[in-house]
C-alpha cells in the first residue's frame, strides 16, 4: 500500500473506541475467535495476554500465550492474531484471539476486554467500520453477509465474485464519467446568458446509452440472482392420488409428505428443498388442483392456486392409470395459462402395458414416471436443472442478488431514459441537469457513494454481532 493511501485511511477512520465480538458462533466449539478492532487494540489486549509484548510485534504474526484474569490466575492458551493498520479488516488495528471453545472462557475473555476499555460490537460493526474506513464499497460489504450465508456452490460463487468487487467498479467508473458531464451541464448554468455549450449534447447520449446497456444484464441477472439466492419455487401439481406426495417423497429421499390411499390427503402445503447442480430447488406440495368438495379441501385448492402464482417452475402429475387422453389437454390449460415453465409426468407406468405407455407418449410430450419405485427420478432431476438454465444468463456473468440494489438500478435506468429523452427533445440544461443528478443518485445507492445513517443502520443490523 503507497504511504498516501495509508495517510489517507488513517485520516479517514473516524471511530474512536475499541469494539470486541465473538466471531465465531455461540455455542461449545473446537475454538472460539474473539476479534477486537480500534485504536486501543493492541495496548489493550497486551495488558491481558502473557507471552510476547504484543506492542513490538510485526503486523500479520501469531502468537501464543496466555490470558490471564485480574488475579493472574491462568484463564486459558491462546494464539494471538494480530493485523496492524491499515492492512486489516476493518482497516483499523484488529487483533484475533483463538480461544478453546467454552462459553465460559470466550465470556471471561470478553469481559475482561471489555473492563480494559473496549465496548461490545454492534451486529455487522465490524463490516461496516470496513466500508466506512473505506476498505469495501457497500455492495460489497452486502456480499460479505451472502457469502456467510451461502449454502450452495451458485450462492457462494455469486457472493464471492461480488465481494472481490463485481459490477461495483464497472459502475464507479461510469458514474464517474456520467459526474463530469453533471459539472459540465452545471457550468453551462453559470454561463446561462452567454449560451455556450460545455457538454457535448451526442457524447452525453453515448455515455448514457452506454451505462443503459451495462445495467440492463445486471437488471435481468436479478431474476436469477433471485432464484440463487433464495431457491427456485417448484410447485407439484395433480389431481388428487395422482402421486404428489410419492413424487416429493423420491426426490427428497425420505418420507416427508403423508402418502395415502384416500383421495385429497395432503390437505396442507409442505415445503422442502433439494439442491441439484448447485441450484436449489423449494418443492411445494399441494392439495388436488380438483373441483373443492369439503371445506378442508378447498382450504386447500386456495392455497394451490396462491401457490401456483409464486412458482417459478411447475411439474404436473398425471395418474396415467385414470387420466383420459383427451382431457389432459383441459386440465393443463389453467396452468399453460400462467406461462410458467412446465413438466408434465406421466405416473404410475409400471401399471401400464408397453403399448399403452407408447400411445401416451405419441399424444402428449410427457416424463414417463414410476414414483413409488423411483424410476424415472433421476431423468427428472435433469430436467429441473435444464428448464431453470434455460432462460439463465452465462455462468461467468455478473449477477445481481440484492434486491435493494435492483431497485437502485430500476430508478437509475429510469433516470437515465428521462436523460435520453430530455437530450432528444433539446430541454433546458436545468432540466437536463436536474435528470443526470437523479441518475447519479441512485447509481451512487449501489456502491454506498450516497447513503443515509438508516440504510447502513438498516444493512448492517442484518449482520451477526461478531461479521
Ligand atoms: P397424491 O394425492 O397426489 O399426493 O398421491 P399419493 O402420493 O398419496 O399417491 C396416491 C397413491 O398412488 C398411493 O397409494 C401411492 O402409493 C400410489 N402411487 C404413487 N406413485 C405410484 C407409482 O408410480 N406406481 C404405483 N403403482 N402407485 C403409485
Known amino acids: 500500500m503507497n504511504e498516501s493511501l495509508e ?69 486459558d492458551e491462546v494464539l494471538v492474531s494480530l493485523f496492524k493498520t491499515p492492512t486489516s479488516y476493518t482497516t483499523e488495528d484488529v487483533i484475533e484471539i483463538s480461544t478453546h471453545g467454552s462459553s465460559y472462557i470466550i465470556q471471561k475473555v470478553i469481559d475482561l476486554i471489555i473492563s480494559k476499555g473496549a465496548r461490545l460490537a454492534k451486529p455487522g460493526e465490524f463490516t461496516q467500520r470496513a466500508f466506512i474506513n473505506g476498505r469495501f464499497d457497500l455492495a460489497q460489504a452486502e456480499a460479505v453477509a451472502d457469502l456467510i450465508a451461502s449454502e450452495n456452490a451458485s450462492m457462494q460463487q455469486t457472493a464471492m465474485r461480488q465481494m472481490r468487487g463485481g459490477f461495483s467498479d464497472e459502475i464507479k467508473k461510469l458514474r464517474e464519467r456520467l459526474v463530469h458531464f453533471a459539472s459540465m451541464i452545471e457550468l453551462e448554468l453559470d454561463f446561462s446568458e452567454e449560451d455556450v455549450e460545455f457538454a457535448d449534447r451526442k457524447d452525453l447520449e453515448k455515455l448514457v446509452k452506454e451505462i443503459l446497456d451495462t445495467l440492463s444484464p445486471l437488471i435481468q441477472s436479478f431474476k436469477w440472482g433471485n432464484v440463487i439466492k433464495n431457491g427456485v419455487p417448484v410447485v407439484i401439481a395433480g389431481k388428487p392420488n395422482a402421486g404428489k406426495s410419492t413424487l416429493l417423497n423420491a426426490l427428497l429421499n425420505e418420507q416427508r409428505a403423508i402418502v395415502s390411499e384416500i383421495a385429497g390427503t395432503t390437505r396442507d402445503v409442505i415445503e422442502d428443498q433439494l439442491t441439484i447442480e448447485g441450484i436449489t430447488f423449494r418443492f411445494m406440495d399441494t392439495a388436488g388442483l380438483r373441483e373443492a368438495s369439503d371445506t378442508i379441501e378447498a382450504l386447500g385448492v386456495e392455497k394451490t392456486q396462491q401457490k401456483l402464482k409464486e412458482a417459478s417452475l411447475i ?66 432431476k435433469q430436467l429441473l436443472v435444464t428448464k431453470i438454465k434455460e432462460d439463465q444468463v452465462a455462468a461467468d456473468q455478473t449477477i445481481v442478488t440484492n434486491s435493494r440494489h435492483y431497485q437502485s438500478l430500476i430508478k437509475t435506468d429510469e433516470a437515465l431514459m428521462k436523460v435520453l429523452l430530455a437530450i432528444t427533445e433539446n430541454v433546458s440544461g436545468d432540466f437536463l441537469a436536474q435528470d443526470i443528478r437523479e441518475a447519479l443518485h441512485h447509481l451512487g445507492e449501489v456502491t454506498g457513494q450516497v447513503t443515509t445513517d438508516d440504510l447502513l443502520d438498516n444493512i448492517f443490523s442484518k449482520f451477526c454481532i461478531g461479521k
Open 315 to 380: 411439474i404436473y402429475l398425471i395418474d396415467l392409470t385414470e387420466a383420459h387422453m383427451d382431457e389432459v389437454n383441459d386440465d393443463l390449460r389453467p396452468i399453460l395459462e400462467t406461462g410458467t415453465p412446465l413438466i408434465v409426468i406421466g405416473n404410475k407406468t409400471d401399471l401400464l402395458s408397453e403399448h399403452q405407455l407408447d400411445e401416451w407418449m405419441k399424444h402428449h410430450p410427457i416424463l414417463p414416471m414410476a414414483a413409488k419405485s423411483k424410476e424415472g427420478i433421476v431423468e427428472l
Open 7 to 75: 495517510i489517507s485511511l488513517k485520516l479517514q477512520n473516524p471511530f474512536n473506541d475499541t469494539i470486541v465480538a465473538l466471531a465465531t458462533p455461540p455455542g461449545v466449539g473446537a475454538i472460539g475467535v474473539i476479534r477486537v478492532s480500534g485504536k486501543e487494540t493492541i495496548p489493550l489486549v497486551n495488558e491481558i495476554f502473557y507471552g510476547k509484548d504484543l506492542t513490538k510485534c510485526e503486523s500479520h504474526t501469531i502468537s501464543y500465550g496466555t490470558i490471564r484474569t485480574e488475579k493472574e490466575t491462568i484463564l
